[in-house]
């Protein structure tokens, strides 16, 4: 009997927004192929937190800019693609923009769902790290209803700015510091999920790529499109692929 295998696409840390506006610009135009790509082949797209690099929505104001790949967000949504965003530690200021302009599901800690019948759990994966409370405690403060009224009463203008300075601090913290426990610890997190009955445990935010089997599971990092350009793709089982660029000039600024 032939069963049909449903396929879901995985992307996480696009970061848009970082970096020089000609590189900017060149990682919208892949990234609107890369999401023509899941709309000719998929149901499901799942972005792991940290699509931009600074996110802060005001009531009656978004940030600028990257309207080519919202709109396809926007038209992938209204031709049936059901995409779900797991928000990362760039994402603390979402409110309902994503879900009545754009049609995506928004998460704020964990997805669990089933795909062709296999259990999985969904993560940005930010704050797992054991010495990671001091973190965790922000991460409450910055995500907290009253403090998030009180930043969005700073005028715009210099609210993203503000935003956007403290995105950068963040970045250089996380590149300067040693990930590898970082990353141990992401392994034994998914390492317990999978004990509990899941079968693939996925995660970004470690811009590190990987598909590691753990017992009678997987753990998955999908990668970045700030170094690696990876985004993976689930049926029968899970790859990590990396994007093919179609321009080469795209490919010298954003990898250079």
Do not use: C
Not at 42 to 52: E, P, R, T, V
Not at 158 to 184: P, V
């Amino acid at each position: 009997m032939f069963v049909h295998l449903e396929k879901a696409f995985f992307i996480s840390d696009v970061h848009l927004g970082h970096g020089e506006k000609e590189a900017n610009r060149a990682k919208e135009i892949e990234l609107v192929r890369f999401l023509d790509n899941v709309g000719e082949n998929s149901k499901k797209l799942f972005i792991l937190g940290d699509f931009f690099d600074v996110w802060f929505e005001y009531k009656l104001a978004v940030p600028k800019g990257f309207a080519r790949v919202l709109g396809k967000l926007a038209e992938l949504s209204d031709s049936g693609v059901e995409i779900f965003y797991v928000l990362g530690n760039h994402d603390f200021w979402v409110r309902d923009y994503f879900e009545s302009e754009l049609g995506i599901r928004v998460f704020k800690d964990e997805l669990k769902i089933e795909i062709n019948s296999k259990k999985f759990y969904i993560i940005h994966g930010d704050g797992l790290s054991k010495n990671d409370v001091g973190y965790r405690v922000l991460k409450k403060i910055l995500r907290n209803k009253l403090n998030i009224a009180l930043f969005s009463l700073i005028h715009p203008d210099f609210g993203l700015w503000l935003a956007g300075a403290s995105s950068k601090k963040s970045r250089e913290y996380s590149t300067n510091k040693d990930s590898s426990n970082d990353e141990k610890n992401a392994i034994e997190f998914a390492r317990k999920k999978i004990e509990e009955g899941f079968d693939y445990v996925v995660m970004g935010h470690l811009h590190k790529p990987k598909v590691l089997k753990i017992g009678s599971g997987f753990y998955i990092n999908t990668g970045d499109w700030l170094w690696n350009f990876t985004y993976g793709i689930f049926s029968d089982e899970f790859e990590i692929k990396k994007w093919k660029f179609a321009d080469e000039k795209a490919q010298r600024l954003l990898q250079k």
